[in-house]
């Protein structure tokens, strides 16, 4: 027996130790998670600086294209009074040629006799050589006019032709620097979905960081209520047999109307039934188990005589009460007992207290009533 009890000891200390394995590991596991999230936060910082350096460089190409454009306005405006100008020098060289014309038809559409006519007519020699003067000068004028003329619509030519060759550059640098400020739009938006991605990576390593915190923190309850149940199993053994016994903290609680009163009034909740049907056992769960922090007061359903208050492989520390004709109750999986073998209990008379010893995955009380040795649902007498 005791060295049954040795190795119940031992199997306890392997669960402590892997429990701490476990809690170890799920730290590097948080480790990397903490890296992975320095990691991201420098990588959105990073990107957050490109699309500001973007966005810095797009205002820029904003603003030459705003200059573009009024140097642009500023040209068509140019060319248009540069316009209105060779139509007017047109128009003036128009006039004098058709002023021309006319003059040089006057004067020869009577051929030279009018000419002559008008040379006979003189008084003199000096009024003769004025009027051949005359018309000479008027031929010359007419001609110096006419080159005038053509030369200023030579010029207003030459100056819209430039002016149209300036508005040209303009309008090719400002299509240069549209397609430019669509680069930059589109190295921003793409900037903007990798900051998104990065994001949406910061949301779920954070998640999952959570969610290994609180594995760990588990595991680490786990290891401890495990080290309490080896201390507890320890104490058993040393002492030769029995569980580990504890005062009661509460007089009797009775709850509801039924014949039993429940076993645990200071559970979370019910977290299994009678007749579940799991894996590991076979024919359905054969009681009810009621979740509760370890320490919980646990009390007798009903009066009646303890028959086992000690350690079992599977059910830990547990309490096994006769209620008389058959019926019997099972308490299961304490941390430590308040009771003895032999003695006489009341209905909800403190029995002990809430654990997770024997075969057990967190601290729960399991609650088994059974009539002439075959489990029934207890829920049938609460």
């Not at 006039?95 to 040379?119: A, D, H």
């Not at 680069?183 to 903007?192: G, N």
């Not at 609680?253 to 299994?272: D, E, I, L, R």
């Not at 057990?360 to 029934?376: C, D, I, K, Y």
Request: charged residues 25%; hydrophobic residues 35%; negative net charge.
């Amino acid at each position: 027996m005791k060295k049954q009890k040795r190795r119940i000891v031992g199997g306890f200390l392997v669960l402590v130790m892997c429990a701490g394995m476990s809690l170890n590991a799920g730290a590097v596991t948080i480790d990397e998670a903490e890296k992975k999230a320095d990691q991201l936060e420098q990588q959105k910082e990073s990107a957050e600086a490109e699309k500001q350096k973007l966005t810095t460089r797009l205002n820029g190409i904003i603003d030459d294209m705003n200059e573009t454009q009024e140097k642009l306005t500023a040209k068509e405006e140019e060319i248009d009074a540069a316009e209105q100008e060779l139509v007017q020098a047109k128009i003036d060289e128009n006039n004098q040629y058709e002023s021309m014309k006319k003059r040089i038809k006057f004067m020869y559409e009577g051929g030279n006799t009018q000419l002559l006519e008008v040379l006979v007519k003189s008084e003199s020699i000096g009024d003769l050589l004025n009027k051949a003067e005359y018309v000479s000068q008027l031929s010359l004028y007419d001609r110096d006019m006419l080159t005038e003329f053509q030369n200023t619509v030579k010029e207003v030519e030459e100056k819209e032709a430039a002016l149209k060759a300036e508005y040209e550059e303009l309008n090719e640098l400002q299509d240069q620097l549209s397609e430019q400020q669509t680069e930059v739009q589109e190295l921003i938006d793409s900037k903007e979905a990798q900051i998104s991605d990065i994001q949406d990576e910061i949301k779920a390593n954070a998640e999952t960081l959570d969610r290994l915190k609180k594995e760990a923190e588990e595991a680490k309850r786990l290891r401890e209520e495990q080290a309490a149940a080896a201390a507890a199993a320890a104490a058993a053994s040393s002492s030769g047999g029995g569980s580990s016994y504890t005062a009661a903290s509460s007089g009797n609680v009775v709850s509801g109307s039924g014949y039993f009163t429940h076993p645990c009034p200071g559970m979370t909740y019910q977290s299994s039934y009678f007749g579940e049907i799991r894996e590991f056992e076979v024919g359905g769960h054969k009681g009810n188990d009621y979740a509760a922090p370890a320490g919980t007061p646990t009390y007798a359903a009903a009066a009646g005589t303890v028959v086992i208050a000690g350690w079992s492989n599977s059910a830990g520390n547990w309490v096994v009460i006769n209620h008389g004709n058959g019926l019997v109750t099972k308490y299961m999986h304490h941390s430590s007992l308040c009771v003895s073998a032999g003695q006489y209990v009341e209905k909800g008379q403190q029995i002990g207290y809430v654990g997770s010893t024997g075969q057990s995955t967190g601290p729960h009380l399991h609650f088994q009533v059974e009539l002439n040795g075959v489990a029934v649902s207890p829920d049938s007498y609460m």
